[in-house]
């Protein structure tokens, strides 16, 4: 049974303040669950039901597993002793607990990915502010009622249905049935708020303004994306949510698409700001590689491929050449490195050994086998990812070999295996 949240929350952006009741869904099978919890958050209460029936559990802090370093917050462990005689229920962990959102200590060199401000609020797993489980492979479904200030506007990576207004306040909900791995919030005074549902853009009217030169371009570049991927894994529309942070960068949740601080609008930064809108877009399909493993480099290597490659089609002017070339400059500055398969996320490394080596990695594939026949082959993993519950590296290697052969599948397993400065020879 999959994993499922129903949260109750009060956010008052004027004093900073969060305030969150509600349950989780979890398999009847474990004992002991591990969360992540915002460090400014305090328990008010813990239980557990199974069926019709209450059971005590223990709540601590422990540090048996290590926090990876994108989750801001502390590990907790809720335990039970109870057997349950039906192992076809589910275990309901029910909670409490109230605080404000703490930035990362000093120390950690973090971006701030999570605040409640009373200009913007922005939620999301970085900044741990519902109980997150330690393994972000544990997909969810979740419903969502925020009650908050009557002239806030909000959104989330779920399906709106429905807003209650009185004179001071106003509760939204949504509902995502679909499997994701995260519950993403943010919200805006609805006099600032850029409100066109028509466009692709959500945030500020200042932010957005600037960011409308984008629009034509990047919904014509996501009908191109799913000519050759096929449909998105989500059926909810797309839309850039622009945040006052200016670092941290964008992440992808479901269709939503989290931007700190916009995209650069200098005509020479056109082509590239362009790529890494779409590469966000990707992520509608490559989104089910865990990132405490290494099968996330498949995740963001096809992201940057399909996104370099569609970008070259549509702007027709050799960008694939020009940006292979400069990834391949980047691969070498970023100096020795170790292999795509010793690393996870977390690890500085990662992202030049994920995005620059696992492009390069796919590109050369492409050269090797032709790229009509390489593209074919990726659109039908593509479909393979909307369709799986999580993706891994080896389902990807075992896809190129059915639909390329061995001699593909036997030269990305070098790739995977090399360490060291630029490419493998």
């Known amino acids: 049974m ?25 398999p009847i099978s474990k004992a002991k669950f591990l969360f992540v919890l915002n460090r400014g958050l ?13 059971h005590p559990v223990s709540l601590h802090r422990t540090d048996e597993l290590e926090v990876p370093r994108f989750y801001n917050g502390d590990l907790w462990a809720v335990e039970t002793k109870t057997e349950p005689e039906n192992n076809k229920l589910q275990r309901v962990i029910q909670f409490e ?30 900044s741990a502010w519902y109980p997150v489980p330690l393994s972000m492979e544990t997909y969810m479904s979740y419903n969502v009622s925020l009650n908050g200030p009557a002239d806030w506007t909000w959104d989330a990576n779920g399906v709106h249905i429905g807003t209650e207004t009185s004179d001071k306040t106003s509760i939204w909900k949504w509902k995502q049935d679909r499997k ?23 945030g500020t009217k200042e932010m957005v303004g600037s960011q409308r030169v984008f629009e034509d371009h990047i919904s014509k570049l996501r009908v191109m994306l799913e000519d050759w991927l096929g449909p998105r ?4 529309p797309l839309r850039f949510v622009l945040t006052p942070r200016q670092k941290g960068g964008a992440y992808s949740r479901a269709g939503m698409v989290v931007v700190g601080g916009g995209y650069p609008t200098e005509f020479s930064l056109r082509h590239q700001v362009l790529q890494a809108m779409s590469h966000e877009v990707c992520h509608d399909w490559f989104c089910k590689a865990s990132p405490m493993t290494y099968d996330n480099w498949v995740d963001e290597a096809l992201a940057e491929f399909c996104s370099i490659h ?8 050799d960008f694939l050449t020009s940006q292979a070339s400069k990834i391949r400059d980047r691969l070498e500055k970023a100096g ?29 594939t492409s050269e090797t086998v032709g790229a009509s026949k390489f593209r074919e082959a990726i659109g039908e993993f593509a479909m393979i990812c909307t369709q799986s519950e999580t993706i891994t590296s080896d389902m990807f290697l075992d896809h190129i070999q059915k639909k390329l052969g061995k ?19």
């Open 2 to 26: 999959p994993t499922h949240y129903d949260l109750n929350c009060e956010i008052v952006p004027q004093k900073g303040k969060l305030s969150v009741n509600g349950e989780v869904h979890v």
């Open 42 to 54: 305090r328990w008010k209460g813990v239980s557990q039901r199974i069926g019709e029936e209450s």
């Open 97 to 126: 607990y109230t605080g404000q959102i703490h930035p990362p200590r000093k120390d950690s060199e973090l971006p701030q990915m999570g605040y409640i401000k009373n200009n913007f609020v922005e939620l999301s797993c970085y």
């Open 180 to 202: 994701v791995n995260d519950l993403t919030l943010v919200g805006l005074p609805h006099r600032n708020a850029h409100i066109d549902p028509s466009s692709v853009f959500w």
């Open 233 to 236: 894994v989500t059926k909810a």
């Open 310 to 317: 569609v970008v070259n089609d549509y702007v027709n002017e």
């Open 336 to 364: 020795e490195l170790p292999s795509i398969r010793s690393l996870v996320r977390e690890k500085d490394e990662s992202y030049a050994a994920f995005y620059y080596r696992g492009f390069l990695l796919l590109n050369e």
């Open 407 to 425: 001699k593909p599948r036997t030269r990305m397993e070098e790739w995977l295996e090399y360490s060291g400065k630029g490419v493998p020879k």
